[in-house]
């Protein structure tokens, strides 16, 4: 009899999850291209007009497991094989660190920029038993490049919070998962001193920050319904984060203490929120129908409440993207 290794309890509630927020949704893939064309293809999807010349950079994103990349109006598909999620593009742009799924377990591996494996930084697929296999689950690069934090669940049942070298070496539990789940959702202050992340605490989630020398979690949020994949800003001075409220999830930025919590969306299904370089916008991934779709927000300062959304835009549309498996935005 095959023995199947138990998923981590926060990343079967994020699965589980996913699959109702998007109602059973099938995830069609775009066909691989010809053996003749180049494995770095232009996808063929619906995109919103007219898009604004100022929003800049490379927006990576995942579905149907492989990695896409929004720039100046078009979606690039980067990988047609391997199964992904969580991309996090590197401080210089030129790398992408993200989970590479497998039947029963995860690894944080390094691609370049077109999409082709550079590195594999986790080996957590056990050839003695599928009970001893462990999952790997949304990395994140640290602001100097020098190291990524990522969750697993390596030493424990539920997912913890570690911190490892760029280079895979030196790897650390920081953060033992705290209460009856697991945390998740990594994300660095600008000066590499702290790291959020979310925590599942029952019955709901809330963000928590950890400084990384000692990593004793302190709460941010203490929402009714739950708080989820925090995002820090560029500047250092909010944190942008998914607040639910009964069935509805909306993005909401706060000052790194909790404080002037604005709501940003009104669309009741946004997630995975991500900061522009400069700190200007936000990207997140929106509900639509059939699946989620690529918005971005533009912000400004509200003298009373922080900061307020002043303009935004669908950059696509029927796209199918995952909304688990996040966003991130580089120059």
């Not at 999807?45 to 007219?50: H, I, N, Q, R, V």
């Not at 598909?77 to 790398?95: A, I, N």
């Not at 995860?106 to 550079?118: A, F, I, K, P, Y």
């Not at 599942?200 to 319904?225: H, K």
Request: glycine share 10%; proline share 6%; charged share 20%.
């Amino acid at each position: 009899m095959s023995i199947q290794r138990r998923v981590p309890f926060l990343f079967a509630l994020l699965l589980l999850g996913a699959f109702a927020f998007v109602a059973c949704v099938q995830v069609r893939v775009t066909a691989a291209p010809p053996a003749q064309a180049s494995s770095v293809a232009w996808v063929a999807s619906k995109l919103m007009a007219p898009l604004s010349a100022e929003l800049t950079g490379k927006i990576a994103v995942v579905r149907g497991g492989a990695v896409l990349v929004w720039q100046g109006g078009s979606l690039k598909q980067l990988t047609w094989k391997e199964r992904y999620e969580g991309p996090s593009w590197s401080p210089d742009s030129s790398r992408l660190a993200i989970v590479l799924r497998g039947d029963n377990h995860s690894d944080v591996v390094v691609l370049d920029e077109d999409g082709n494996q550079l590195d594999q930084l986790t080996h957590f697929f056990s050839p003695v038993s599928v009970s001893r296999s462990v999952w790997a689950r949304h990395p994140a690069w640290s602001p100097d490049g020098s190291k990524i934090a990522y969750c697993s669940d390596s030493s424990s049942t539920d997912l913890g919070l570690w911190v490892m070298d760029a280079d895979g070496s030196n790897k650390r539990l920081l953060v033992q998962p705290l209460g009856s789940g697991g945390l998740d959702w990594p994300s660095w202050s600008p000066d590499g001193t702290e790291i959020a992340f979310s925590a599942f605490i029952y019955p709901v989630s809330q963000i928590y920050t950890a400084n990384v020398t000692a990593g004793v979690a302190t709460p941010l949020t203490s929402q009714a319904g739950g708080a989820y994949d925090p995002a820090w800003s560029p500047d250092g001075r909010h944190i942008a984060y998914v607040a639910r409220e009964g069935d509805r999830n909306d993005i909401w930025v706060s000052n790194v203490d909790g404080t002037e919590a604005t709501r940003i969306t009104q669309t009741g299904s946004s997630v995975s929120p991500a900061w522009s370089p400069d700190g200007q916008y936000l990207a997140y991934l929106t509900l639509y129908g059939k699946g989620f779709d690529l918005e971005a927000a533009r912000l400004e300062e509200d003298g009373r409440m922080g900061l307020k959304t002043a303009q935004t835009w669908r950059l696509t549309q029927d796209a199918l993207l995952e909304g688990p498996s996040g966003v991130s935005w580089t120059k």
